[in-house]
């Protein structure tokens, strides 16, 4: 079983940022994709950033590419998303999954493994 933690989250002005980190335990994710996805109140979880095991198989959403940069330490087991330039609909609870597989993905359904989830909030 692999556990992972998000943490970095908190309360941001627009332009603002934020750094989150995803720590894995149990097990290393080394070999596994990784993704950050996002959910704001009475919407549905949507994707933000993947990365395959080894760093070469990068992709953003489009709302979040060219602000958002994820990131991988196999050394450490953990994966960064560093958030630039915040705006206000940034606003959500992010989580960190991780998928058997060792490619990136960008549905929520390929990834196995979820953390808790850690609050971001951008102010106006």
């Known amino acids: 079983q692999v556990q992972l933690v998000e943490s970095g989250g908190g309360l941001v002005q627009a332009g603002g940022s934020l750094r989150l980190s995803c720590a894995a335990s149990?097990?290393?994710?080394?070999?596994?994709?990784m993704g950050w996805f996002r959910q704001a109140p009475g919407k549905e979880r949507e994707f933000v950033a993947t990365?395959?095991?080894?760093?070469?198989?990068?992709n953003y959403a489009d709302s979040v590419k060219g602000r958002f940069t994820i990131s991988r330490d196999n050394a450490k087991n953990t994966v960064y998303l560093q958030m630039n330039s915040l705006k206000p609909e940034d606003t959500a609870v992010y989580y960190c999954?991780?998928?058997?597989?060792?490619?990136?993905?960008?549905?929520?359904?390929?990834?196995?493994?979820w953390g808790q989830g850690t609050q971001v909030t951008v102010s106006s």
């Open positions: 999954a991780a998928r058997y597989y060792s490619g990136s993905a960008s549905r929520p359904n390929e990834y196995d493994y």
């Open positions: 149990g097990r290393t994710v080394s070999r596994n994709g």
């Open positions: 990365i395959s095991w080894n760093g070469y198989s990068i």
